[in-house]
């Protein structure tokens, strides 16, 4: 399956502070990228659809100033969480979707990297 | 937007028991169905798929059946063992929708 990779794996930041999590596609360029949180035993919510070049989709209830999305290329997406707060504290995924119906590829299936863990103290 | 019910949250089972999860949609123009497999900690894999032109798929230990007129599909695991335990997710739709999740035990 595709490759994609999630950067750091775990954080801890100062309350106040902004932490950036990076998301990348290893060996397939992505216009679209997806980012999720998830809280222990919980289910994965989405909170925005990011797009290469342009404004990203953010889900309701989702602060868009507070967690702040760039895709700016094909095989990047960002996640800053700015202003950190304890409740912030979480694990993200980002996930991405290759293109086209090409072996090994399926055309919708999504492949998530391997997660971060944010912890705000 | 869509709405995804997963069924049952917690399943335990007895090593070489089958194990099923259910799963039902809302949005009836969704044509994509993935089940995700996530141990602790990791990131959710996906273990198989079923598109809406057919009705079950099956891979090895692992099978998944459709009812787009009943609008539900669900995940079967035959001969379970101690490495299945995790978490399964069900998703709907090209920008998925996940299910609440079933956390599936599994006894030696």
């Known amino acids: 399956g595709a490759v994609v990779s999630q950067h750091p794996s775990r954080v801890i930041c100062k309350s106040g502070t902004s932490v950036k999590i990076e998301c990348r596609s290893l060996d397939f360029q992505a216009t679209t990228m997806f980012w999720y949180r998830q809280f222990p035993k919980k289910s994965l919510m989405l909170m925005a659809t990011s797009n290469e070049g342009s404004k990203a989709t953010y889900e309701q209830g989702v602060e868009k100033d507070k967690f702040l999305i760039n895709h700016a290329s094909l095989t990047l997406s960002t996640l800053t969480v700015t202003s950190a707060h304890p409740e912030d504290s979480s694990f993200y995924l980002c996930?991405?979707?290759?293109?086209?119906?090409?072996?090994?590829?399926?055309?919708?299936?999504?492949?998530f990297g391997e997660g971060s863990w944010l912890t705000v103290v | 937007g869509e709405n995804v019910e997963q069924h049952p949250s917690t399943l335990s089972v007895q090593e070489g028991d089958s194990a099923v999860i259910k799963c039902t949609y809302s949005?009836?123009?969704?044509?994509?169905f993935p089940w995700y497999k996530q141990e602790l900690g990791k990131r959710p894999q996906l273990i198989i798929d079923i598109r809406s032109n057919v009705g079950e798929k099956k891979d090895q230990r692992i099978a998944v059946t459709l009812n787009k007129t009943a609008k539900h599909f669900s995940l079967h695991i035959t001969e379970t063992q101690p490495e299945d335990s995790a978490v399964y997710f069900c998703?709907?739709?090209?920008?998925?929708?996940f299910g609440r999740g079933t956390s599936l035990i599994v006894h030696p």
């Open positions: 996930s991405a979707r290759p293109p086209g119906t090409a072996f090994p590829y399926s055309g919708n299936t999504i492949y």
């Open positions: 998703a709907a739709s090209r920008i998925p929708t």
């Open positions: 949005d009836s123009a969704s044509n994509y």
